[in-house]
């Protein structure tokens, strides 16, 4: 099957600091990506997406970073908030399936 | 409003008791499918629905089956729930087409089967 992995589980940061969180995934043919933000008790809710002929994409606050040569996907939040502590996930998407990474914790300190 | 539910929110059940569970989206959208998460694993894809009468297997498909009989509905069937199927579920929509979109998911399903 296929593998979107992250490098970190927790991340904490300083409140008012950028945060980044890395993803890995295997597939080169995948042409979609998606970031999701996940608060407790709650359903995945889109971030920022990025297609394969893009390398970034920059939304409110965040941005998305394709690195496609090395197969890596980034999201970076500008000035960090406490509203954004949540897990955070990569996706891809191959042949109509998604396949997500395990998620990685943002923990924002006050 | 937008969106996609689920029900029931929560269920307890026993092993071998058949259960459905139900998805329903207002947005018009082709594609629907659902998710577990379980703790270390993410999300994976169980079956998806590309549009009416069309549904494929996921990543972990064994145990559940699915239809797609009309189009704001996709419902998850486990004719014998084992505890192994105690999870988080999650439903899912999007538009298909040219122009790739992204999902819009439920508010999760927790099941736990005894």
């Known amino acids: 099957g296929e593998s979107v992995g992250l490098h970190l589980p927790t991340l904490s940061v300083q409140e008012g600091d950028n945060s980044i969180i890395n993803c890995a995934y295997s597939?080169?043919?995948?042409?979609?990506f998606i970031w999701y933000k996940q608060e407790s008790g709650k359903g995945p809710q889109f971030i920022i997406d990025?297609?394969?002929?893009?390398d970034k994409r920059q939304g409110q606050r965040v941005t998305v970073l394709l690195n496609k040569t090395v197969k890596h996907l980034s999201l970076q939040i500008a000035a960090t908030q406490p509203g954004d502590s949540a897990v955070y996930f990569c996706?891809?998407?191959?042949?109509?399936?998604?396949?997500f990474g395990s998620g990685t914790k943002l923990n924002v300190k006050p | 409003e937008a969106q996609v539910t689920q029900n029931p929110r929560y269920l307890i059940t026993v092993t071998g008791k058949k259960l459905t569970v139900t998805c329903s989206q207002n947005?018009?959208?082709?594609?629907m499918s659902w998710y577990r998460q379980d703790p270390g694993l993410g999300l994976r894809q169980i079956y998806y629905?590309?549009?009416?009468?069309?549904?494929d297997k996921g990543d972990v498909p064994e145990g559940y089956k699915v239809s797609r009989k009309e189009k704001r509905n996709f419902p998850l069937i486990l004719e014998s729930p084992s505890p192994n199927q105690t999870s988080l579920y999650f439903c899912?929509?999007?538009?298909?087409?040219?122009?790739?979109?992204?999902?819009?998911f439920g508010p999760g399903t927790r099941l736990t089967v005894l």
């Open positions: 899912a929509s999007r538009r298909s087409g040219p122009r790739t979109d992204t999902q819009y």
């Open positions: 597939n080169s043919a995948s042409d979609y």
């Open positions: 990025i297609r394969s002929n893009m």
């Open positions: 996706a891809e998407l191959h042949f109509n399936k998604f396949y």
């Open positions: 947005m018009n959208h082709e594609y």
């Open positions: 629905s590309m549009n009416v009468e069309v549904t």
